[in-house]
């Protein structure tokens, strides 16, 4: 079955470590999004994909990192100098540039990253 | 720029209550129209969906219906349950600075017995 995954599930980080979510897709969608929710929040953009080897800033790009080098993939690395990364941090795919009008974008289960 | 309007949370209703989430949209082409639901600690499901205007979206017993003219995609369902406690997001897809994708704040459900 098609899909987006991402994992770890839950992930613990020391401060001043970097650390790398995983996001991947089977459904041959062109973009991919990263989101971050904090408790009682909304989404919030990180950064986005429209095509392979190129992505754009979100709202809060500010100490995360990304690389968009398949099409499948679009990990998210959180860097040292994100101050406050304790959060859930949700993938997302749709079509795209080619996508077909009726299809959704599809989110993966998430990733709850706890700076300890 | 495109942008997505949530009614804000929270929701509280006792089973049985009838529910609408208001949501508007503001978009320069033409968007698909979306809500997602949210439960505990889990990402996002599609529940339904609205690809052009007069278009309805049902599923589950909620329904939505595409309103050009008042850019509006409103959540309603006649007789909430227990079990549709989650947050709900409003969404559009259509080409724009942001990428496509386009999510309102999104608004908590809690229903009680």
């Known amino acids: 079955d098609g899909g987006i995954t991402q994992s770890p599930k839950y992930l613990f980080r020391k401060e001043g470590q970097n650390v790398t979510l995983s996001c991947e897709q089977n459904l041959n969608h062109d973009a991919m999004y990263w989101y971050r929710q904090d408790p009682g929040q909304g989404l919030r953009l990180i950064y986005y994909s429209q095509i392979v080897n190129d992505f754009q800033k979100g709202d809060i790009a500010e100490g995360y990192s990304v690389s968009r080098e398949k099409k499948e993939s679009f990990p998210l690395t959180v860097t040292s100098a994100q101050k406050n990364p304790t959060a859930f941090y949700l993938c997302a795919s749709e079509p795209g540039t080619a996508r077909i009008m009726n299809t959704e974008a599809f989110f993966g289960q998430g990733t709850r990253l706890t700076v300890v | 720029g495109d942008s997505v309007t949530q009614m804000e949370g929270p929701v509280t209703l006792s089973e049985e209550a009838f529910l609408t989430i208001n949501c508007t949209y503001t978009?320069?082409?033409?968007?698909?129209l979306f809500w997602y639901v949210q439960y505990p600690g889990e990402g996002l499901q599609l529940l339904l969906k609205?690809?052009?205007?007069?278009d309805k979206g049902s599923n589950k017993g909620f329904e939505a219906t595409y309103r050009k003219e008042t850019t509006s995609f409103h959540l309603e369902k006649g007789s909430v349950q227990v079990s549709d406690s989650a947050v709900y997001f409003c969404?559009?897809?259509?080409?724009?600075?942001?990428?496509?994708?386009?999510f309102g704040k999104g608004t908590k459900l809690s229903v009680k017995p």
């Open positions: 969404a559009l897809i259509v080409g724009g600075s942001q990428g496509n994708l386009i």
């Open positions: 978009a320069t082409g033409y968007p698909s």
């Open positions: 609205a690809t052009k205007a007069d």
